[in-house]
């Protein structure tokens, strides 16, 4: 059961009142399209454009990794699907760094980011990379068994193929519970990307970053949601993704 997106919206625009602050936050996408689109998630270029220039002309500053309390977007793309790559020139035109989450068993998968590709991208300091699992397996649904192999596969292939350490990971449809923070914590995954609304240092356990999904948001609507007026739904969406 979803809320209407009419209240939804009209919720998250009244509650972006009582914000002012521009503490930073995470931002997350899952694909962006000029005319070709993998996924009915993508995001048009034109709306992606817009996103950033509204997240310009407030004031803040699109990082690598938030460091600071307040005036920090940091923007995540999941799943890694093939629009980003097709559209890196306008990511690099745009002078923005994305901080990519991969899903290690899909690479040769229609509509995905391959190997080689992934490689190009590896090469940009703009991107950074990071673990969506190893096959998306909603991890709250699986055996401790599972939920170990998803995420100690995906780490370690994406260490020895990228030469580098990956400490971070986001779960699957923002589905997780506390079973999976500890085994991610034990396989060394320091911080976790979450689906659930909310500022960068109001973490919602230890290590536990939120996040919030902008993909189809308007311009009212990403204004409102820049300021914080999602967080007044956190509660939803910690009933549907927290178990
Ligand atoms: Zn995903």
Not at 88 to 101: A, T, Y
Not at 120 to 142: A, F
Request: charged share 25%.
């Amino acid at each position: 059961m979803a809320i209407a997106s009419f209240i939804r919206i009209a919720i998250i625009r009244v509650a972006s009142f009582f914000f002012f602050s521009r503490r930073s936050k995470v931002i997350f996408y899952h694909d962006i399209h000029s005319d070709k689109k993998y996924t009915f998630q993508s995001t048009s270029i034109d709306l992606f454009k817009k996103h950033i220039q509204i997240i310009r002309k407030n004031g803040y500053k699109i990082v690598n990794k938030i460091t600071k309390e307040h005036g920090e977007i940091e923007i995540c793309f999941d799943d890694a699907y093939l629009g980003l790559y097709d559209n890196i020139e306008l990511i690099k035109e745009l002078n923005i760094p994305i901080h990519l989450f991969v899903i290690s068993s899909f690479f040769e998968k229609a509509n995905h980011i391959n190997k080689e590709q992934l490689l190009l991208l590896n090469k940009l300091s703009q991107i950074r990379i990071s673990s969506h699992t190893e096959t998306h397996q909603i991890l709250n649904k699986i055996s401790e068994k599972q939920i170990i192999s998803e995420l100690e596969n995906s780490k370690k292939f994406l260490e020895s193929f990228l030469n580098k350490p990956i400490s971070s990971i986001c779960f699957p449809d923002g589905q997780f519970n506390k079973k999976v923070l500890e085994i991610a914590k034990n396989i060394g995954y320091n911080v976790k990307y979450s689906g659930l609304p909310g500022f960068y240092f109001d973490d919602f356990l230890v290590g536990v970053k939120r996040r919030s999904l902008v993909q189809f948001a308007e311009e009212k609507e990403f204004k409102a949601i820049l300021k914080g007026g999602d967080h007044v739904l956190a509660f939803w969406y910690k009933f549907r993704q927290y178990s």
